[in-house]
Structure formats: structure tokens, C-alpha cells
């Protein structure tokens, strides 16, 4: 009996030992895997905080001076420059797939040739809908918005027309950055030019007394010194491999390149229209002036938020190995979801989104319980009219629970990014965004009567619940080995140019 319960007592003895193993190896999986995360997605949070702050500071020095001004360069920014925004950042996404899966395939000279057809791209997507903004007061006209906010609307449409060039230069510029672990390049330029932009804003704005439209000059001035900041960084030799100058390469597959950028834009960009086109809803309701300034406040600080979740979105495209030889130290930029897939690893990339999700929804929660506890205090930064201040008020709570869902949808979409599944997932956005949020948005603020409330609503609980529901079914039931084939299939198709690269490789 004495040795049966002494054996007993050892099995028992090696399985907690067992159990103890095994749970240090993952907690200690769990900390590499997020010190690689938090390199990357640290800087990068800062980094796009900086730049959004821009536009905040914007619309509050616009909001101090009236409701019709800030309603004004709220809809200027919003929905003109935000309708080619959205798609320019989506396009500009194309290269976190294929910078990182080149990494990956160490042919790191494309990656500069990836940067410059991506230039072309966008420039050309510029031209193309530079209508937009010459003809935005009869638009904004034409889809209900009164008279006044249409007209200064337009004027300042034509005002921020440098600063929609500048995002076609500044973000296949910053990708490029971030690929190869720059982020602290990108973050110092991010948090200077966030100082420019005060300064010269308060002495457009305050101290000229331009108005509103010295506030939209000093949006433009500010987002080309960040572009030009980060090409003088990579010119004056800070990326030797990866830039060796402009090259006629940059023109060859260009239509390809444009469709798959293409593809990745229509995925960012359906869902940053459609939080414009709630705007524009808002335009139809009584009180329209109100109903605008009051969501386009609401609007603002959900994108501020998600500028800390897209940073997640990078963060699990990518992530990188510390190599110390006896010499020198080596960096490589590995792609966290991309590379390990182009390398064959699927379990490492599923770990990785695992790790990302549980730290991105972890921030979320923290800030949509911020948001409920200074639900009656924030405005008071945008603007100093009650009305506004209240309406914003009510709305707080649904602020919330879009803070919320953006910290577990962004995640999902760096899935898709460092995947290569752009073309598919935009059918998810047009099947979530127009064909449940919009209808039920317009159903909720108008047929029952909700307001600006209803609308925000419907789109939430139609639009972003719906499409992060169905991303995290297709996430969960995907088969993360073969996507691992088909990323090495897209590497070897995308990185093979012609004879003299593969003998410059080789070299």
C-alpha cells in the first residue's frame, strides 16, 4: 500500500511539475512574442497619435471660433479629404503585404521599387479625384447640406488640396519606414511636426486672424514637412538596401501593382465612407449645423482611438529578430503575419494574431471605460456651445462600444493585410457597411425618429458588429498551412523581375 501511494504520489508529483513546464513555456511565449509586438506597435502608436492630432487640433482651434466653422472644416475634412483618404491609406496598405513578404524572401532592393510604384499610384489616384474638390460646394449641395456650411465647405476644400497630394508622398513613405523596424525615424518626425503644426496654427489661426482658413493652410504646411522630413531621411542614406535611387523599374507592372493596391484600398475605404456618409445623413435632420458638429466630434475621437488599433494592425503584419553577432548587431525585419506565412510557419502567425488580439481588446476596454467616465467633459475640447456639448454627451455611450469593437476589428484586419486576402475581405466591408449599417443607420435616425443617436447607432450595431463578427468566424475556421503556401506562391510571383535582378541577388 505504502509503495502504491508513494508511486501515486510521484505521478501526481511530475504532472503538476508537467503542467507548471508547460505554463511557463507559454507565458514565456507570450512575453517574446509581445516585446516583438510592442517594438513595432509602440512607436507606431505615438507616431500616428501625432499625426491625427493634427487634425484634432485643427477642428478645435475651427470649433473655438463658431458651430458653423467648425461644421465647415468638418465637413471639408471628413468627407472631402477623408473620400480619397480612406482610399489612398488602403492602397498605400498594399505595401505592409509585399514589403513584408519581400523581407521575408530577403530581396530587399524591391523594396524601394515597391515605394516608387506605389508614388505613381497614388499621384495618379490624386488627379482622378481632384473633381472632388473643385466642385465640392455644388456636391455638398446637391446631397442636402445647407447653403453656408456648403459654400465655406467648398472654399475650404480648395485650401486643402496641397495636404491631399501630401498623403500620396507621406504614406507609401511611411510603410516603407515601418518595414524595415524605422518606427522611431517616423515617431520623432511625427512628434516635430505635431509642434510645427501648433505653433503655426495658433499664429495663422489666433494671432493673423485668418480664420478658418488659416487653419487649413497650416494642416497643409504641416503633413508636407512630415513627408519631406521622412524622404530626407531615406535619401541622405538611413536605408542603403533598400533605396539605391529612383529606377525605371518603378513603371514595370504598374497595372498589376495598381490593382492590387486597388484591392487593398477598397478595403480600408469602404469603411471610412462610410462614417461619411452618416455625416452627410446628418445633413437631413433638423438642426442640421448641430447634428454635424456633435458627430463629427464623436468621429474624431473614434478615429483618434483607432489610430491606436491600425498601429496594431501593423504591429501584427510585422515583427522583428534581434540578432547579436561577435562583430555587430544585426536587425532583421521579419513579417509577423506575412513573413511567417511566406516562410511556411502558419502556427507562429496564428499565436501571433492570438497574442495581438488579447493586448489590442485589452487597451480597448480601458479606453471605452474612459470614455463613459468623462462622458460629459470631452467636448468641452472641440467647442464651447451647450447644444453641441449635450448632443455630444448623448452620444457618449455609443462612443464606447465603437472603441470597443475597433480594438477587435483592426487586429482582424492585420490579419487580412499580412495575409494577402485585401479583394476578398472588401466584399465582407460592402456586405457589413452598405447593406446593413447605412440602411439601418438611416432607418434609426430618420423613419424612428433617433436623431444623430440613431444614425451612429444603426451603423455600429449594423455595420462594424456585423463585419467583426464575420472576419473573426473566417480568422477562427481558416487554415492557416495552406495560406502559408499560397504567401510563398505570392512572393515568388511578385519578387521575380527579370534576369539581371536574379543575378544582382545572386551576387
Not at 511530475?14 to 503542467?19: N, V
Not at 542603403?240 to 484600398?265: H, N, T
Not at 522583428?320 to 502558419?346: D, F, P, Q, T, Y
Request: aromatic share 12%; hydrophobic share 50%.
Amino acid at each position: 500500500m505504502d509503495r502504491q501511494k508513494y508511486s501515486l504520489l510521484a505521478i501526481e508529483s511530475s504532472s503538476t511539475s508537467e503542467m507548471k513546464k508547460i505554463a511557463t513555456d507559454f507565458l514565456s511565449r507570450v512575453w517574446i512574442e509581445s516585446k516583438k509586438l510592442w517594438h513595432i506597435v509602440g512607436p507606431d502608436i505615438i507616431n500616428r497619435l501625432a499625426g491625427y492630432s493634427m487634425t484634432v487640433i485643427t477642428q478645435a482651434f475651427a470649433g473655438h471660433l463658431g458651430d458653423v466653422e467648425l461644421a465647415s472644416i468638418s465637413m471639408a475634412n471628413n468627407i472631402i479629404v477623408g473620400f480619397g483618404y480612406g482610399l489612398l491609406l488602403g492602397m498605400a496598405s498594399a505595401l505592409a503585404t509585399l514589403c513584408g513578404q519581400t523581407f521575408g524572401a530577403k530581396r530587399y532592393h524591391m523594396l524601394g521599387i515597391y515605394m516608387q510604384r506605389s508614388w505613381i499610384v497614388l499621384f495618379s489616384c490624386c488627379i482622378l479625384l481632384l473633381p472632388v474638390y473643385l466642385y465640392a460646394s455644388p456636391i455638398l449641395k446637391l446631397i442636402g447640406q445647407s447653403d453656408e456650411v456648403a459654400e465655406q465647405s467648398g472654399a475650404l476644400a480648395l485650401w486643402l488640396i496641397p495636404l491631399h497630394f501630401s498623403y500620396a508622398f507621406q504614406f507609401p513613405l511611411q510603410r516603407f519606414l515601418q518595414c524595415q523596424l524605422k518606427n522611431f525615424v517616423t515617431l520623432w518626425v511625427s512628434l516635430a511636426v505635431l509642434v510645427l503644426h501648433s505653433v503655426t496654427t495658433w499664429i495663422l489661426v489666433s494671432v493673423l486672424d485668418f480664420g478658418v482658413v488659416g487653419a487649413a493652410i497650416a494642416l497643409d504646411i504641416s503633413c508636407w514637412a512630415c513627408g519631406l522630413g521622412l524622404f530626407w531621411y531615406v535619401v541622405s542614406g538611413g536605408c542603403p538596401l533598400s533605396w539605391v535611387g529612383f529606377s525605371i523599374q518603378a513603371f514595370s507592372g504598374i497595372w498589376e501593382f495598381a490593382k492590387y493596391s486597388a484591392a487593398s484600398g477598397v478595403l480600408l475605404c469602404l469603411e471610412f465612407w462610410s462614417y461619411r456618409i452618416l455625416i452627410l445623413m446628418t445633413g437631413f435632420l433638423e438642426e442640421a449645423t448641430l447634428a454635424v458638429d456633435a458627430l463629427s466630434i464623436c468621429t474624431t475621437i473614434n478615429v483618434w482611438d483607432l489610430m491606436i488599433h491600425l498601429a496594431f494592425l501593423v504591429g501584427t503584419a510585422y515583427h522583428v529578430i534581434l540578432e547579436e553577432s561577435s562583430e555587430i548587431l544585426v536587425m532583421k525585419l521579419r513579417v509577423r503575419v506575412a513573413n511567417e506565412l511566406g516562410s511556411g510557419n502558419g502556427k507562429a502567425a496564428k499565436f501571433a494574431q492570438q497574442v495581438s488580439m488579447a493586448q489590442s481588446a485589452s487597451i480597448g476596454l480601458c479606453l471605452c471605460v474612459l470614455v463613459i467616465m468623462f462622458h460629459h467633459k470631452f467636448a468641452h475640447v472641440f467647442t464651447s456651445s451647450p447644444d453641441v456639448i449635450e448632443a455630444v454627451d448623448q452620444m457618449s455611450y455609443l462612443l464606447a462600444v465603437t472603441v470597443l469593437l475597433n480594438s477587435v476589428q483592426s487586429v482582424l484586419a492585420g490579419v487580412v493585410v499580412g495575409s494577402g486576402w485585401q479583394a476578398w475581405v472588401a466584399y465582407i466591408s460592402l456586405f457589413s457597411y452598405y447593406i446593413f449599417g447605412l440602411p439601418l443607420a438611416f432607418v434609426m435616425g430618420s423613419a424612428l425618429h433617433f436623431g444623430v443617436s440613431g444614425i451612429w447607432g444603426g451603423m455600429i450595431f449594423g455595420g462594424t458588429a456585423v463585419q467583426t463578427a464575420i472576419l473573426a468566424i473566417v480568422t477562427i475556421r481558416h487554415d492557416w498551412e495552406m495560406e502559408a503556401q499560397k504567401a510563398m506562391q505570392r512572393v515568388n510571383n511578385w519578387t521575380t523581375p527579370n534576369r539581371d535582378n536574379k543575378l544582382e541577388e545572386h551576387k
